[in-house]
């Protein structure tokens, strides 16, 4: 299957700072790709859909200002936490997929973000 | 509105046969997913089903009954390291974009 590279893993900011994280289809074009949250023993909650040079797409309850999102490349979307705080602590995964209707989603390994 | 239904947790013995049930209501219907995940990792895929019927991918089936709004995942000669949540997600129509949803995950305890 394709690689999706998510990047950092890990991450612990303090409170009150940003925090970049990095998702990249490494042998594909990501046309589209989606953020999820994961809290410890739930399933995945997804966030946001983000196609390339268009705007993201937020869920409901997603606050756009809090979780930027920039799908400025066809290999590349960013997911910035601003002014964290202790309850956006939680596991961000992203998955990408081509373009059509059809095509598999792939996930990054996924990003434990840890404020304090 | 979404709603994917999974059991919460099931325990099993080692090189015995489990059946995890989905059921989905949705918006939209273009497939569905089976994803494994361990601990602390993102989701693999597992199997995908768009037709009714049964998809067979080596230890590992799948179910689909799109009248009824059902799914299974049956996992047979099951081994420990298949402990993990099993996640059961509807693909559905978003215009342009088609979106994941999830279900609840399903936490599977294989025992000795």
């Known amino acids: 299957g394709a690689v999706v590279s998510q990047h950092p893993s890990r991450v612990i900011c303090k409170s009150g700072t940003s925090v970049k994280i990095e998702c990249r289809s490494l042998?594909?074009?990501?046309?589209?790709m989606f953020w999820y949250r994961q809290f410890p023993k739930q399933s995945l909650m997804l966030m946001a859909t983000s196609n390339e040079g268009s705007k993201a797409t937020y869920e409901q309850g997603v606050e756009k200002d809090k979780f930027l999102i920039n799908h400025a490349s066809l290999t590349l979307s960013t997911l910035t936490v601003t002014s964290a705080h202790p309850e956006d602590s939680s596991f961000y995964i992203c998955s990408a997929k081509e373009q059509g209707l059809h095509t598999e989603a792939f996930f990054g390994q996924g990003t434990r973000l840890t404020v304090v | 509105g979404q709603n994917i239904d999974q059991p919460t947790e099931m325990t099993a013995t080692e090189g015995a046969i489990v059946q995890i049930n989905c059921t989905y209501q949705?918006?939209?219907?273009?497939?569905l997913f089976w994803y494994q995940q361990h601990a602390g990792e993102a989701p693999t895929f597992l199997s995908y089903n768009v037709l009714d019927g049964l998809e067979e991918r080596g230890r590992f089936s799948s179910f689909l009954s799109r009248s009824k709004g059902y799914s299974y995942l049956l996992l047979k000669e099951l081994q420990m390291k298949d402990s993990a949540s099993y996640l059961c997600a509807v693909r559905d129509y978003g215009g342009a974009t088609n979106k994941l949803i999830f279900g609840t995950g399903t936490l599977l305890a294989v025992q000795p």
């Open positions: 042998d594909f074009q990501a046309t589209t």
């Open positions: 949705t918006s939209g219907f273009n497939g």
